[in-house]
């Protein structure tokens, strides 16, 4: 059967949040709309691909803030898999990092999730047919990104974090262990474990893997120049 409601083509949606109480007044929110349906859900991204295999979504309206896989990187991912595919963010992380990232991995389209149902349905439609949408505060900071980029210097990608809880993160996104950072920042083991705590705390993940995806996504991790040219460590 086509997909169709009163002869009007059905633009099909995937949601993705970890929330099932977001998801239900979303879902709820796009099937009110005559043009819109809602094919499929999930609460991560860990067998994305599969779904919209199965589904066939027009448009994915995704979570930036899943566990394990971030929606940033799902976003990655789905660009090299299933290219053209539109994604449609809708996030509670306001910060600047977020939504570069979310932009760089090719999301078409970023508002927060205190948008109105008519901005949520007009933005769906909107990155369906080719287009990219940005909520009035994030177009603003995104006009004042690119008029200053020229003039200031980035800010740090996580400012709530201090310079040493900055520092063992970063060494997290490279794959060491406590011990080894222990040993790169002259540090006890029981002061990363706590440095480590802290930072999960405060970027809200409940799992390494999840601190690294965050971060790998706001530009950490990345090897030393000299490290670069060696092979890996096999510690």
């Known amino acids: ?88 963010m809708l996030t509670m992380a306001q910060d600047d990092a977020s939504l570069l990232a979310a932009l760089r991995a090719g999301a078409r389209g970023y508002l927060v999730k205190g948008s109105g149902r008519d901005a949520v349905l007009n933005a769906v439609r909107t990155v369906a047919t080719g287009g990219a949408v940005f909520g009035p505060e994030i177009a603003d900071r995104i006009a004042a990104q690119l008029a200053g980029s020229r003039r200031t210097e980035p800010g740090p990608p996580f400012p709530e974090l201090t310079r040493r809880e900055t520092e063992v993160l970063e060494l997290v996104a490279r794959g060491y262990d406590n011990r080894r950072i222990a040993r790169e920042l002259v540090l006890s083991d029981k002061t990363v474990r706590n440095n480590v705590s802290r930072i999960f705390a405060k970027l809200h993940v409940a799992h390494r893997a999840e601190a690294v995806s965050q971060a790998r996504d706001a530009g950490l991790g990345a090897p030393p120049p000299a490290q670069a040219r060696r092979s890996p460590d096999p510690a």
């Open 1 to 88: 059967m086509a997909d169709t409601i009163e002869d009007r083509p059905l633009l099909r949606v995937l949601i993705v949040d970890d929330h099932p109480l977001f998801r239900s007044g979303l879902r709820a929110a796009l099937d009110s709309a005559a043009d819109i349906g809602v094919v499929g859900e999930a609460g991560d991204a860990e067998a994305l691909d599969v779904l919209v295999d199965d589904t066939r979504p027009d448009v994915v309206v995704m979570d930036a803030g899943l566990p394990g896989i971030s929606g940033t990187e799902a976003v990655r991912r789905l660009c090299s898999s299933h290219p053209g595919l539109p994604v449609l």
